[in-house]
């Protein structure tokens, strides 16, 4: 409970709601630009509570939709410049394989063959694969011979513990000044002017102090939290699907590499997997739990030796609040992926070694919400949904220009408005 009420006398250009990956790539941009930022967490940074936790995370470029295709191909530069700027490789180039069967519909990362567009629409290099091909490159078996692949070399895997520990030293080096254990109570645009948040701060369990914060304007990059802000804040919330998404790390064969040779169509060496995968499968009997999209990692150098993350893209528990999540991983979702790596993986034990949870926030039509919030005269901006890690850099980029560039932002961010609608229903409702 809260017991003492403080309202500090300095006002900020931004507040930012939220300090996973999203909410410190905007308090980064905005400071860099000479702003005053203040972040505020509810948890401790680079906590394992919403959807940056494991180690590892794609960067791709494959896509079935023009406008992410797009601004997947922004992001590639925008990483090179962190990097750059950090004087880390946040990113192990080592392309991403997509494979299956060329006659899956749809899912939630599209499919296999309609990528071949955008990549070609933008100049992007890609190698296609046979069945037999794969086999010949990556630790698989008892693949059926219609399967087809895609190998686009412009992909990669995201270290996500430097990425967040990146973005935090140079935010600290620009100013950006951090609250944890920051629960946000409200948030009120004051005549349409001024922005007031009302904040408790202490550990969770022990007494907090309410303390009320002033700023131009405010960011809420609270994941699958957001609507913890926007109902008591502005009487609306999202509707949300929020995935309980299970992986796992196996054990690998360390004497098995597939090599690189003159022929090779994926040109590295593997310990055992080469690149990224992800397949492309439709369910089993028809039924949505049966899910056959599995998608996998090689060894990493910041991660545990001879072992690869290996998982279905799926989640058989779908809540809509945080509060709902379990403790343990899906058991349903393990037993799965252990029955795939036996059937179609070499040298990999199909018992996992250790396994994780993370938060996917989905809204209906598995896009972001990157908007204003409406009636907030443009002070207030919302991102929130899940896929997101691999544009970090961009959408950071983005948030500034939408609430400081005179012109706002630069990008195509028409598809993700908070007030779209999905099969005739809007995503953002009032809160009776």
């Not at 991403?96 to 899912?107: A, I, R, T």
């Not at 913890?228 to 998404?245: A, C, R, T, V």
Request: charged share 20%.
């Amino acid at each position: 409970f809260s017991i003492i009420k403080s309202i500090p006398m300095s006002k900020y250009d931004l507040i930012v709601v939220g300090g996973g990956p999203m909410g410190l790539a905007t308090a980064y941009n905005v400071a860099k630009a000479g702003n005053k930022v203040l972040l505020l967490e509810r948890f401790t940074l680079f906590n394992q509570s919403g959807s940056s936790s494991d180690m590892v995370r794609m960067f791709r470029t494959m896509y079935t939709e023009d406008f992410m295709a797009d601004l997947a191909k922004d992001s590639i530069q925008l990483w090179k410049d962190l990097e750059a700027e950090a004087g880390v490789e946040l990113i192990m180039r080592t392309g991403l394989l997509n494979f299956g069967d060329p006659d899956y519909v749809d899912g939630p990362e599209g499919n296999l063959l309609s990528p071949i567009r955008n990549l070609e629409r933008l100049g992007m290099k890609y190698e296609k694969l046979s069945s037999e091909d794969i086999m010949k490159e990556m630790p698989f078996k008892n693949l059926p011979p219609f399967y087809k692949g895609l190998w686009a070399p412009d992909n990669g895997c995201i270290n996500v513990s430097l990425t967040l520990r990146v973005l935090f030293d140079m935010g600290q080096k620009c100013g950006v000044e951090v609250k944890q254990y920051a629960a946000v109570k409200l948030v009120e645009v004051i005549n349409d002017s001024d922005i007031r948040v009302t904040v408790d701060i202490g550990s969770p369990g022990h007494n907090t102090t309410e303390f009320v914060y002033a700023a131009d304007k405010c960011v809420i990059t609270a994941g699958a939290y957001v609507n913890d802000i926007l109902e008591p804040s502005f009487k609306l919330k999202l509707n949300l699907d929020i995935w309980e998404m299970t992986s796992a790390y196996y054990a690998c064969d360390p004497l098995l590499v597939y090599e690189k040779t003159a022929n090779s169509k994926i040109p590295f060496e593997g310990h055992p997997f080469k690149c990224m995968w992800f397949q492309f499968a439709k369910e089993d009997n028809d039924d949505w739990r049966e899910s056959n999209l599995y998608y996998g990692f090689p060894q990493v150098p910041w991660g545990p030796p001879n072992m690869a993350r290996i998982a279905v893209d799926n989640a058989v528990r779908r809540i809509q609040n945080p509060e709902q999540r379990k403790p343990l991983p899906a058991s349903h979702c393990i037993d799965r992926t252990s029955k795939f790596i036996k059937e179609h993986a070499i040298g990999v034990n199909n018992q996992p070694t250790f396994s994780g949870t993370c938060l996917q926030t989905n809204l209906p039509d598995n896009m972001f919400v990157l908007d204003y919030m409406p009636n907030c005269s443009n002070k207030v901006a919302v991102f929130t949904g899940g896929w997101g890690f691999k544009m970090i850099p961009l959408i950071g980029r983005i948030l500034k220009e939408m609430l400081f560039d005179p012109n706002g932002t630069q990008y195509d961010i028409s598809h993700f408005k908070i007030t779209r609608s999905v099969d005739g229903k809007s995503i953002l409702v009032p809160v009776c």
